[in-house]
């Protein structure tokens, strides 16, 4: 399961990550991609990770090829929230992404995180 969301007054990217069905893998960046087009660049994400049971080899290169294509599209940082095995994998293979990654512990402290950042970011301007 991945569902997309976009929030464009925040200009912030929500993917939810759930039990990965093998034919739905495939199309992950492709439906990423037809929905940051809305965003700015300087983005930012949230990532729910919910179950990361079934993730093989292919799943780990469409995950690489997402976050290559996040950080392409100019998002600047992200919060991984849910399953610590789920964000332990992130990190993982996403070392070489080009964005800052932190974690949260729940969906309202990782919007904290992201609100101050953008505040102290829009402070500096």
């Not at 070392?95 to 964005?99: C, K, V």
């Given at each position: 399961m991945l569902e997309i969301k976009?929030?464009?007054?925040?200009?912030?990217?929500y993917l939810t990550l759930g039990r990965?069905?093998?034919?739905?893998?495939?199309?992950?960046?492709?439906?990423?991609e037809e929905e940051i087009h809305r965003l700015d660049h300087g983005f930012s994400c949230i990532t729910?990770?919910?179950?990361?049971?079934?993730?093989d080899e292919n799943d780990i290169h469409?995950?690489?090829?997402?976050?290559?294509l996040?950080?392409?599209?100019?998002?600047?940082?992200?919060?991984r929230v849910g399953i610590e095995?789920?964000?332990e994998l992130l990190d993982r293979i996403g070392?070489?992404?080009?964005?800052i990654a932190l974690t949260a512990d729940n969906?309202?402290?990782?919007?904290?995180?992201?609100?101050?950042l953008d505040e102290r970011d829009a402070l500096k301007k």
């Open positions: 976009v929030d464009i007054l925040k200009n912030r990217l990965v069905r093998k034919d739905k893998v495939a199309d992950s960046s492709k439906r990423i729910r990770i919910l179950d990361v049971r079934d993730i469409e995950i690489i090829k997402i976050q290559d996040l950080s392409e599209k100019g998002m600047s940082r992200a919060v095995a789920g964000k070392d070489d992404a080009g964005y969906l309202e402290e990782a919007e904290k995180i992201l609100d101050e």
